[in-house]
């Protein structure tokens, strides 16, 4: 009897563990690399694109496609850390590529502002979807970009963030040699771009992801396919589709591989790039609709898969001697705070979203993590704080309203922001309901546009009383996604009212901000008052910086270090200094190797002592070190 009994109960365990693995969706993240919004056929809103997508379109189709979706930040690196983390560039202070330096201007007298310090890598604290899930019993892989280290090679890679499998193969994507006229794939079985049955490349990365699946298929798993593809170098391994975009575009073919000059959507090695990127996608969800699912006899893996697809940021316009494609009628493109910099193609399905559908609802990369959360039934980890929102109620009951999609406080969400206060772009932004504004941080340009996206969700009661309302209607009117027109000067309490949200929000978040530049060529209010850097000492770990002042008052100070000064990727922290009279100091930590000091004056001027190279001399030097060379050698004792 007791045996009997004791075999029921391990048949009951067995059935409910069953269960409850076939109960968790498989999760896919579609990752690509540069693709714009109009890149993609299903979002064609004025002149059609000539890109042919069939496989993205087809997958729009299975679930909601967001005409208002968007990356959390211009670029590369930081909208990665977002995702994975499921916390704001800004509050991560991974807000830009590499990182890891000093602060230093591009170029030392060209350029009026420096970039702020920003961190070389995702913190390790952070805890990412791959660990979250993890604690749910799902397995993860990646394949293709990681890019959340100060190289593509450093620490931490996905392994060390989670990931059971990784593989950063750069496939379809490798540099063609000597040039992209030549070294066509064949269908050679020896050529490791060997052409499929379709006559498209083959692509590791895909492969890679294909291969992943295959093996876990029978436990819940979490997928993260980040193609390299569309990033530069633009090119077609396949002569065929190159000829075809050619002949379709109304181009020659190519007789020079430098370069490409024709305005708007007419590259056709780009348009290729496009399609094979379609391709592999499509590969992707073909696995999903034709395999069976172990864990779910008589369904295929599809029935039980949620596909998330989306891009790292806005098209590349162009690039020196390169025009790429054209985000029109969006304005400018990546590493921009302009629409055609962020918002980026956006589908997701699943089987809890009717398919079909369309959304103008406002939304965001950063609501990946909180999603998938509520999808797979995980709980959000202890402490991890997430800046996105739960998407899963709005793409279940109603993917047209937007008080589906609440903000930390449990209320609807009708803003967002963007920080990027790098490179020739200098931006922070928030957009509110159809309203946009951009704080430029380089002087010269406008220091405020504001912009009206979209038709306005305020009105006025029959009472009088102005009340704040979301009506689908009038977030779906377009006026000015091309931002054209910039009311700033016309709207200034509009404006005021928008930099202050901005701000509360930005500090909030402990965001870096820039500075600026005292070696500045050019006339800049203040720079004849900044300070002089004089001599340094310490005593054991206690270092400090002498200055002289110039009239203007320093009110902050750093220091910067590192651990690893000389070695091939040097990365760089940064803490706090204290003022003490005409000196900044600190404890420096355990282990650096070189360290300099900023000295911040009240005009916001940065000055570093020693004097660290600009990018451009670093850019020289490759790799070099320059920084360490400059700084300070620390000599601790051990």
Partial sequence: MKIIFRLFFLLTVFSISIQGESSRPNIVLLLVDDLGWQDVKCYDIDDPTPMETPNIDALAKKGVLFRQGYSPAPTCAPTRCAIMSGRHPAAAQKTHVVGGNPPTPYNKTAHPVLDPWYSGRMPLAEVTIAEALKANGYVSGHSGKWHMAIDHHAFPQPEDQGFDFTRHDLGESRAMRPNRLTGFATEDKKDPYRLDA??????????????????NKNKPFFLYYASWLVHTPI???SKALLEKYCKKLGVDYPSNPNGWSLKGQRNPYYCAMVEMLDHYVGQIISYLETTPDPRRPGHFLMSNTYIIFTSDNGGMERVPGEIITDNFPLD?????????????PFIITGPTIRPGQESHVMVNGLDFYPTILSWTGTKKPKGQNLDGSDLSELLQKHPRNPDLVKDKNGKPRNSMIWHFPHGVAQQSTIRIDGWKLIKNWMPGRP????????????????GGRKELFRRIEAMEKRVDIEEASNLAKKMPGKVEAMSKELYSRLNAMNASYPFKNPRYKGSLEGK???????????NGNRVWAEYE???AEVVKGFLVYTLNGGQKSEEWYIKKASLQGSRVESELPDNSTHYVFNF???NNFLVSYP????LLEVGKLKGKNPFSKAAIKSQLDN
């Fill in 611 to 614: 004097e660290m190279p600009d």
């Fill in 549 to 551: 002042s110039g009239g």
């Fill in 528 to 538: 004849d008052l900044v300070c002089k850097g004089i001599s340094t000492g310490k």
């Fill in 447 to 462: 220091e405020y546009e504001l912009y009206q996206l979209h038709g306005d969700s305020s009105k006025k009661t029959q």
């Fill in 332 to 344: 400018r493109g990546k590493i921009n705070a302009k629409e055609g910099g962020v918002r980026v």
């Fill in 235 to 237: 090119h077609s391994r």
């Fill in 600 to 602: 911040i004056d009240e």
């Fill in 198 to 215: 379709d006559g498209f490349p083959k692509d590791q990365t895909t492969l890679d992801a294909l291969d992943f699946m295959d093996a």
